[in-house]
């Protein structure tokens, strides 16, 4: 079994991906978090400090509707933005839920590491999360090298799957890899995975 954890340690383009995961969310969070900061101010003028616990919970929830939100709309947070990164769906078109589920953990920190940690310490694609993983959706970089999907693919086992003669001949135009049919009118590449 190999995990992203065996992975990270010998690939800088998987290592440079998950560094501008974290400063993707750091820039998502901080902007979520003036927001409710904002709101709270005078909330807490008017009603007293008690309130004031509350505050984490609200940023979480806040940030949790703001990433699923844009995923869903834009495919990226303005942090995925700066950072040329975009979200995914395996099953083709992503959509509210998914991209809702995908993000549930960012609700509280710990949640938030521990999805990543158990995401990288799984088989799988070493750029999930295991919400992702659940919701069915990546993270790719617009522009991730070529030798990064190669990488993946090839330390990934692949399910023997049954080829039928529905099955789509034409080549990924990423990285020529066979596409495969997945219905709706649209084809996954069997190497590097994306949606066609």
């Not at 065996?6 to 750091?26: E, G, T």
């Not at 409710?36 to 008690?50: A, C, D, E, N």
């Not at 947070?77 to 839920?97: I, Q, Y």
Request: aromatic share 8%; with cysteine; glycine share 8%.
């Amino acid at each position: 079994m190999v995990t992203g954890f065996d992975l990270l340690p010998s690939n800088k383009p998987l290592q440079k991906h998950w560094i501008k995961r974290v400063i993707a969310y750091l820039i998502d969070f901080i902007l979520s978090s003036v927001v409710v900061y904002i709101i709270f101010i005078p909330f807490t003028l008017g009603f007293g400090l008690r309130y004031i616990g509350i505050f984490p919970f609200t940023a979480g929830v806040v940030q949790v509707f703001y990433s699923g939100v844009l995923e869903y709309s834009k495919r990226q947070t303005l942090g995925k933005m700066v950072l040329d990164l975009e979200v995914e769906s395996m099953m083709g078109g992503l959509d509210l839920s998914e991209a809702l589920i995908r993000n549930f953990s960012k609700v509280h920190g710990l949640l938030l590491l521990l999805d990543v940690i158990v995401g990288l310490a799984t088989e799988g694609d070493p750029r999930q999360k295991f919400l992702d993983r659940v919701a069915n959706t990546t993270v790719v970089g617009s522009i991730d090298p070529i030798h990064l999907r190669q990488f993946v693919s090839s330390h990934i086992p692949h399910r023997e799957e049954v080829v039928s003669s529905e099955i789509d001949n034409r080549q990924c135009r990423e990285c020529s890899g066979d596409l495969e049919d997945i219905g709706s009118g649209k084809a996954r590449c069997t190497e590097c995975g994306r949606i066609q």
